[in-house]
T-cell receptor, first 110, second 113 residues
Framework: KNEVEQSPQNLTAQEGEFITINCSYSVGISALHWLQQHPGGGIVSLFMLSSGKKKHGRLIATINIQEKHSSLHITASHPRDSAVYICAVRKTGTASKLTFGTGTRLQVTL | NAGVTQTPKFRVLKTGQSMTLLCAQDMNHEYMYWYRQDPGMGLRLIHYSVGEGTTAKGEVPDGYNVSRLKKQNFLLGLESAAPSQTSVYFC????????????FGAGTRLSVL
């Protein structure tokens, strides 16, 4: 079983919809990252969380350490949000390395 | 600032050929990483480096070698390419500060026939 599980694997939404992508992990962590992989392949970091909630524009990331779960929300989705969203964790005791989920492919249509 | 630059962007090899992928960063980052990305799998760490002259194995190091002779460059070598090494390879870098985010290159798409 993967240490980092994302759901759903694929998601299609209409423009304007509120979107939630989930990440669950089964190991102790010191931080969780959300990344975005564009259709062209480039990967950018969106958030790093160790507790609570962070917001950047229309993106909101939350984490519940006790439940070992994080969510990435996109408000008022737009076709340009279409991408693969990747969750990654820094396991306790592995300061240098990240463990990645398999990603959630999001397509937002007009 | 170019950030993290990977060369080449695409390459086709025949089984048994060798090649070197170059990753260069201009952000003075201490840590550098090589990952591979395969369909249906998350990014997997091949090798990483926490500073000039140091390297360490990641999750899937077999069949690859690396070198970090200069702080800004991290080279990934395939001595004898195999079809199982067909993948998209990403380089990333970050500062030493605990928890800092990683900056990724654009990727190298490698096919081994």
């Amino acid at each position: 079983k993967n240490e980092v599980e994302q759901s759903p694997q694929n998601l299609t939404a209409q423009e304007g919809e509120f979107i939630t992508i989930n990440c669950s992990y089964s190991v102790g962590i010191s931080a969780l990252h959300w990344l975005q992989q564009h259709p062209g392949g480039g990967i950018v970091s969106l958030f790093m969380l160790s507790s609570g909630k962070k917001k950047h524009g229309r993106l909101i990331a939350t984490i519940n350490i006790q439940e070992k779960h994080s969510s990435l929300h996109i408000t008022a989705s737009h076709p340009r949000d279409s991408a693969v969203y990747i969750c990654a964790v820094r396991k306790t005791g592995t300061a240098s390395k990240l463990t990645f989920g398999t990603g959630t492919r999001l397509q937002v249509t007009l | 600032n170019a950030g993290v630059t990977q060369t080449p962007k695409f390459r086709v090899l025949k089984t048994g050929q060798s090649m070197t992928l170059l990753c260069a960063q201009d952000m003075n980052h201490e840590y550098m990483y090589w990952y591979r990305q395969d369909p249906g799998m998350g990014l997997r760490l091949i090798h990483y480096s926490v500073g000039e002259g140091t390297t360490a194995k990641g999750e899937v190091p077999d069949g690859y070698n690396v070198s970090r002779l200069k702080k800004q460059n991290f080279l990934l070598g395939l001595e004898s390419a195999a079809p199982s090494q067909t993948s998209v390879y990403f380089c990333a870098s970050r500062t030493r500060t605990r928890g800092n985010i990683q900056y990724f290159g654009a990727g190298t798409r490698l096919s081994v026939l």
